[in-house]
């Protein structure tokens, strides 16, 4: 009876394994490589950098004032497309780009910390010769990693506009995705296939913008896209709160807070921690907008951002 108990067991443990095999193969979606052959044809322009190809555009005179523009933590720079094009008609450089592991960046085996997207934009502006001070701007994510960028090179920022910036978000991932292996497997099985569509919550009126998630899912057909996900989840951007960059509080760099007042993904009363910690910051709640509102109510922020920027030549 034990002997024939035992096949049981490991009969079912054969079968659970089996299934979770499949389960994992069947929503894979990762089965294509960045390369060349992928960047054929693509939008921007691409240089190698320390830990890989970056894919980049600039937009504007080449005499104008250079602002650098940070996505979030998964959308690829087409997040920022009417304010670049609004800067630009205003005569400014707009730089954006995409960090590895977005869009048809390189998806190297990186950290994914705080250190790892400082080190690929200040690796950028040096390869595409922007020396001097520039203004940076960031959206969510994007918004930590301009904030860490202006505390770690005060001396290269003019200013900084942060538009529904995620600080704090969480102290830690949930536990699974901490796991090593589990939590690969959950990003594959669980959370990568609804990522596309869950952009949509970013925004108050999804109807809107009916192709969010359709540009969204290209990249996702790349290897290591979840990878560079899990990794920044399991890594210290969200978890750093605004009062840690100290040397940013202290400096006079001028800031601006762009905060739309129906955020759901980084609630509108996480403005007030920012706002202690730089109490010179120039603060706009934007009314009928979620946590884009430089889409949703575009012409808006984007008077407020050409605004602040003439302010502080």
Same mark, same amino acid.
């Given at each position: 009876? $034990? $002997?024939?108990?035992?096949?049981? *067991?490991?009969?079912?443990? #054969?079968?659970? =394994?089996?299934?979770?095999?499949?389960?994992? =193969?069947?929503?894979? !979606?990762?089965h294509? +490589?960045?390369?060349?052959?992928?960047?054929?044809?693509?939008?921007?322009?691409?240089?190698?950098?320390?830990?890989?190809?970056? !894919?980049?555009?600039? /937009? /504007?005179?080449?005499?104008?004032?250079?602002?650098?523009? =940070?996505?979030?933590?998964?959308?690829?720079?087409?997040?920022?497309?009417?304010?670049?094009?609004?800067?630009?008609?205003?005569?400014?450089?707009?730089?954006?780009?995409?960090?590895?592991?977005?869009? %048809?960046?390189d998806?190297?085996? %990186?950290?994914?910390?705080?250190? +790892?997207?400082?080190? !690929?934009? *200040?690796?950028?502006?040096?390869?595409?010769?922007?020396?001097?001070?520039?203004?940076?701007?960031?959206?969510?994510?994007?918004?930590?990693?301009?904030?860490?960028?202006?505390?770690?090179?005060?001396?290269?920022?003019?200013?900084?506009?942060? #538009?529904?910036?995620?600080?704090?978000?969480f102290?830690?991932?949930?536990?699974?995705?901490?796991?090593p292996? #589990?939590?690969?497997?959950?990003?594959?099985?669980a959370?990568?296939?609804?990522?596309?569509? /869950?952009?949509?919550?970013?925004?108050?009126?999804?109807?809107?913008? &009916?192709?969010?998630?359709?540009?969204?899912?290209?990249?996702?057909?790349?290897?290591?896209?979840?990878?560079?996900?899990?990794?920044?989840?399991?890594?210290?951007?969200?978890?750093?709160?605004?009062?840690?960059? *100290?040397?940013?509080?202290?400096?006079?760099? &001028?800031?601006?807070?762009?905060? /739309?007042?129906?955020?759901?993904?980084?609630?509108?009363? $996480?403005?007030?921690?920012?706002?202690?910690?730089?109490?010179?910051?120039?603060f706009?709640?934007?009314?009928?907008?979620?946590?884009?509102?430089?889409?949703?109510?575009?012409?808006?922020?984007?008077?407020?951002?050409?605004?602040?920027?003439?302010?502080?030549?």
């Amino acid at each position: 009876m $034990k $002997k024939s108990g035992g096949i049981v *067991t490991s009969s079912v443990m #054969v079968i659970a =394994l089996l299934s979770a095999g499949g389960l994992y =193969l069947s929503r894979n !979606q990762e089965h294509k +490589t960045v390369d060349a052959a992928a960047r054929s044809g693509a939008p921007g322009k691409f240089v190698k950098l320390d830990d890989g190809v970056t !894919q980049y555009e600039i /937009g /504007g005179p080449d005499s104008g004032r250079a602002i650098v523009l =940070l996505s979030g933590a998964t959308v690829p720079y087409y997040i920022w497309d009417s304010t670049a094009n609004a800067l630009a008609t205003k005569g400014l450089r707009v730089v954006r780009y995409n960090y590895f592991g977005r869009g %048809l960046s390189d998806r190297p085996k %990186l950290r994914y910390d705080l250190a +790892t997207y400082d080190h !690929q934009l *200040t690796n950028l502006l040096d390869a595409i010769g922007l020396r001097s001070p520039v203004d940076v701007a960031g959206v969510s994510m994007g918004g930590v990693i301009a904030a860490n960028f202006a505390d770690q090179h005060p001396q290269r920022v003019r200013s900084l506009i942060l #538009v529904d910036p995620a600080f704090s978000m969480f102290e830690h991932p949930p536990l699974p995705l901490r796991i090593p292996g #589990v939590g690969e497997y959950i990003m594959t099985t669980a959370a990568g296939p609804g990522m596309a569509k /869950g952009q949509f919550d970013d925004f108050l009126h999804p109807e809107r913008h &009916p192709d969010w998630a359709t540009r969204y899912e290209p990249q996702m057909q790349y290897k290591g896209f979840l990878r560079s996900m899990l990794r920044t989840s399991r890594g210290d951007v969200f978890t750093r709160p605004a009062s840690s960059f *100290t040397t940013l509080a202290k400096s006079h760099i &001028p800031v601006l807070l762009v905060w /739309g007042k129906e955020d759901r993904t980084v609630p509108f009363a $996480k403005n007030a921690a920012v706002r202690a910690a730089y109490p010179n910051a120039e603060f706009h709640p934007i009314d009928s907008a979620a946590h884009l509102p430089h889409i949703e109510q575009a012409q808006v922020v984007d008077s407020i951002v050409l605004t602040f920027l003439r302010a502080h030549p």
